[in-house]
Nanobody, 126 residues
Framework: QVQPVESGGGLVQAGGSLRLSCAAS????????MGWFRQAPGTGREFVAA????????YYADSVKGRFTISMLNAKNTVYLQMNSLKPEDTAVYYC???????????????????WGQGTQVTVSS
């Protein structure tokens, strides 16, 4: 069983940047699609970004396009989320998740992912 472990969250002022990391604990992410989701208090889990195992396909929520970048270093078994131009509305707990790669995978659907990290808090002050 693979266990994603997130790090890199924190408090930042609006307009600032943070880089989140997601490392695999246990077995590797090998063959998995990887996604980042977030959840603010009182809301559901929201899709942020995803990447195919090959790294050739990237997906972003409209709200973060042009500001966030997802990347993956297969050799280091780590997924990153570079977040620039942060806004107060980006404040949430950010989760990393792994999904088995398959035809027709809906990268934006949380139910497609079967391994989740514990989350890391990102707070953006105005």
């Amino acid at each position: 069983q693979v266990q994603p472990v997130e790090s890199g969250g924190g408090l930042v002022q609006a307009g600032g940047s943070l880089r989140l990391s997601c490392a695999a604990s246990g077995r590797t992410f090998g063959g998995s699609a990887m996604g980042w989701f977030r959840q603010a208090p009182g809301t559901g889990r929201e899709f942020v970004a995803a990447i195919s195992w090959s790294g050739l396909s990237l997906y972003y929520a409209d709200s973060v396009k042009g500001r966030f970048t997802i990347s993956m270093l297969n050799a280091k078994n780590t997924v990153y989320l570079q977040m620039n131009s942060l806004k107060p509305e980006d404040t949430a707990v950010y989760y990393c998740a792994a999904a088995p790669t398959k035809r027709g995978l809906n990268y934006g659907d949380p139910s497609a992912y079967n391994y989740w990290g514990q989350g890391t808090q990102v707070t953006v002050s105005s």
